[in-house]
């Protein structure tokens, strides 16, 4: 199975701050990675597919950016709406799986 | 606006089956989309349980060994998740989803169902 590490686990940022997330994949992924944002009681939504796409509706804040084993997911201007718990995804090779979460929260 | 609904047991004892349905709505279940369970516990986060698609093919996570059964009912627009010899372990929010056609891009979910594995 493709293991895949997300750093940090968590962070506290100000409004306006920008804020970076890391996913690393054990193996080449090439671009094959979402991005999920989660809520407290919610279900993940997708945020960013193939790396760098952003979903229809997401703010335009949000982007995404990596190759091979390295991806990231940048928040320009952190939102008091975009507190919440971000998933990466890899999609390479069955089974899939999911990093282990960055949970941001407002400093 | 596709939507997803999960309905069964919150309560499972140990060594017993879990048995959810995923109900869709607002499109049909017989498309080009892969419909996949997901579970999210506090200390593996959420894992990929496996997937199905209307002409019955399957895909299972390994690590869940031969515990999982998927199917799928065309005349109901639902499908079902059996997962046997139940543990503590598998105490779980569990979350049907569809993945967009031809990628595995998570775009509809259900809104979880919590079930818990206790006697």
């Known amino acids: 199975d493709i293991q895949m590490t997300q750093s940090p686990s968590s962070l506290s940022a100000s409004v306006g701050d920008r804020v970076t997330i890391t996913c690393q994949a054990s193996?080449?992924?090439?671009?094959?990675l979402n991005w999920y944002q989660q809520k407290p009681g919610k279900a993940p939504n997708l945020l960013i597919y193939?790396?760098?796409n952003l979903e229809k509706g997401v703010p335009s804040r949000f982007s995404g950016g990596g190759s091979g084993t390295d991806f990231s997911l940048t928040i320009s201007s952190l939102q008091p709406e975009d507190v919440a718990t971000y998933y990466c995804?890899?999609?390479?090779?069955?089974?899939?799986?999911f990093g282990g979460g960055t949970r941001v929260e407002l400093k | 606006q596709v939507q997803l609904q999960e309905s069964g047991p919150g309560l499972v004892k140990p060594s017993g089956t879990l048995s959810l349905t995923c109900g869709v709505s607002?499109?049909?279940?017989?498309?080009?989309?892969?419909w996949s369970w997901v579970r999210q516990t506090p200390g593996k986060g959420l894992e990929w349980i496996g997937e199905?698609?209307?002409?019955?093919?399957?895909n299972n996570n390994p690590a869940f060994k031969s515990r999982v059964t998927t199917s799928i009912d065309k005349s109901k627009n639902q499908f079902s998740l059996k997962l046997t010899s139940v543990t503590a372990a598998d105490t779980a929010v569990y979350y049907c989803?569809?993945?967009?056609?031809?990628?595995?891009?998570?775009?509809?979910w259900g809104q979880g169902i919590l079930v818990t594995v206790s006697s």
């Open positions: 989803a569809r993945a967009r056609s031809g990628s595995y891009q998570f775009e509809y």
């Open positions: 607002g499109g049909s279940i017989s498309t080009s989309n892969w």
């Open positions: 199905i698609i209307h002409s019955g093919t399957i």
């Open positions: 193996q080449d992924i090439v671009t094959y």
């Open positions: 193939d790396t760098s």
């Open positions: 995804q890899q999609y390479d090779n069955l089974p899939l799986t």
